[in-house]
């Protein structure tokens, strides 16, 4: 594993046993399950909303973090939404200072599929996605240089014509 993947896998690691206990990043990322989640974390079926929520969140939230550091955007944010019968889907959105929000990602991902036979292999598709995710960050912010330098040459020539 490369750096960039190791950081993302232990960030991942960090959040998801901030929300449930500590191993829950393994049985939950790294064991093959018959089911969306692991089973001891729902009592009451209310309650696997928030568990897949949690196991999307804390995966994405990894990658968010890292491309609002490495784009120096001011926010990034991670919206889940989730679908019990067919692929939940995750959205990456943030903005730059005095911007709008800008799209970076979308994934759609069945939560019973959501797991690796290695952190290698899970640190191979968070780099991937965290790479998409920041070339989308860094377009957003190359089109915003560009408005606001059209914007000058505007306001520019107007007011000397």
């Known amino acids: 594993m490369n750096e960039l993947q190791k950081?993302?896998?232990a960030m991942v690691k960090a959040y998801i046993e901030e929300y449930w206990?500590?191993?829950?990043f393994e049985r939950t990322y790294l064991q093959a399950r018959t089911g969306s989640v692991p089973?001891?974390?729902?009592?009451f079926k209310d309650e696997f909303y928030d568990v897949v929520y949690d196991e999307l969140h804390a995966l994405f939230r990894a990658i968010a973090d890292m491309v609002e550091k490495e784009a120096g955007m001011e926010f990034v944010s991670v919206a889940v939404e989730v679908n019990c019968e067919d692929a939940s889907r995750v959205v990456l959105y943030g903005h730059y200072k005095g911007q709008r929000d800008?799209?970076?990602l979308v994934v759609w991902q069945k939560a019973w599929c959501l797991w690796w036979n290695s952190p290698e292999e899970m640190g191979c598709d968070l780099e991937n996605w965290y790479?998409?995710?920041l070339r989308a960050a860094r377009r957003a912010k190359t089109?915003?240089?560009f408005a606001a330098a059209e914007e000058d040459v505007v306001l520019t020539a107007h007011r000397s014509g």
């Open 102 to 104: 800008v799209l970076l």
């Open 21 to 24: 206990e500590e191993g829950a």
């Open 131 to 133: 790479h998409q995710a």
């Open 7 to 9: 950081a993302l896998t």
């Open 39 to 43: 089973a001891e974390y729902v009592d």
């Open 143 to 145: 089109r915003y240089a």
